[in-house]
């Protein structure tokens, strides 16, 4: 089974679970869900899926510590849904490991296109190699394919690994997707890993919020799609966690300097 295909929606009321699966079953995943805290987390430890959708309000345990259990085992792409708009509780739920976050109610186009963005950013299985179905190269075998003209047994085409990169005691190996600090390695989301390596990628550039947004949904350049307060607010908790993780203080930065009013940028 194609785990990359696979989603867990964890939400107590029966009406939002389905209408959750619906959209998720048409974007082409294999779904199952769960009523309350303790059964979503072993839906998700069963079923290793890609996305996950979390209710925060659940019956038994809620939405945070679910969020909490499940970063200890699972890199999945959390979604949580919440029908509380205190800013407070997103960005405490940002903080125990989500992704990303929709209020309820929510437009069904809104959800599909942040799964679509989450699934454009890659996936790297537990070997460091692309998950199934994922940057796989087209060329086969000349004697499989029946191709004529080629040498019976020619080489596959060798592609580089990406080189790691290093700044001030950082590593970075997007290979891998792995990151260390002074030879200790990070815990890091897969949001804040593709964080690090956007401005680790853009050397001396200073990169908006807006252009963070962005890179998060697989928009290589700005193609007028909306971001809101919001999301940029997303992007400053995402980045307090990652400097909280790398032991960096914004006021006097070893690694990330925040250019007032614009963005971030690294430190050389």
């Known amino acids: 089974m194609d785990n990359s295909r696979v989603a867990v929606v964890v939400e107590d009321d029966a009406d939002i679970r389905e209408l959750v699966s619906v959209i998720l079953h048409q974007s082409g995943f294999e779904v199952h869900t769960a009523s309350n805290g303790a059964d979503g987390v072993a839906a998700i430890q069963a079923h290793r899926p890609a996305i996950v959708t979390l209710d925060l309000g659940l019956p038994d345990i809620d939405g945070f510590e679910v969020a909490r259990r499940v970063r200890l085992f699972s890199d999945a792409y959390i979604i949580m849904l919440t029908g509380r708009a205190d800013e407070m509780d997103t960005l405490l739920g940002l903080e125990t490991g989500a992704d990303d976050y929709l209020t309820k109610p929510f437009r069904p186009r809104e959800l ?15 070997e460091g190699t692309p998950a199934a179905g994922e940057n796989a190269s087209p060329a086969h075998n000349s004697a499989e394919t029946g191709s004529v003209g080629a040498p019976e047994h020619a080489p596959a085409a060798v592609v580089a690994a990406p080189q790691p990169q290093s700044l001030n005691g950082l590593m970075l190996n997007s290979g891998d997707r792995t990151a ?53 607010r997303t992007i400053e908790v995402h980045m307090a966690n990652l400097r909280r993780k790398m032991g960096d203080n914004p006021r006097d930065p070893r690694w990330i300097k925040t250019v007032r009013g614009v963005g971030y940028r690294l430190v050389h």
């Not at 799964?115 to 790297?124: D, E, L, N, V």
């Not at 949001?191 to 390596?197: A, K, P, R």
């Open 112 to 126: 599909r296109a942040r799964i679509s963005a989450m699934m454009r950013r890659p996936r790297i299985s537990a």
């Open 180 to 232: 260390e600090v002074d030879g200790n390695e990070l815990e890091l989301t897969r949001t804040e890993f593709d964080l690090l390596h956007a401005l680790v990628d853009s050397g001396k550039q200073v990169r908006t919020k807006s252009d963070l947004v962005r890179r998060l949904r697989g928009e290589e350049y700005d193609v007028g799609s909306y971001i809101s307060d919001a999301d940029e």
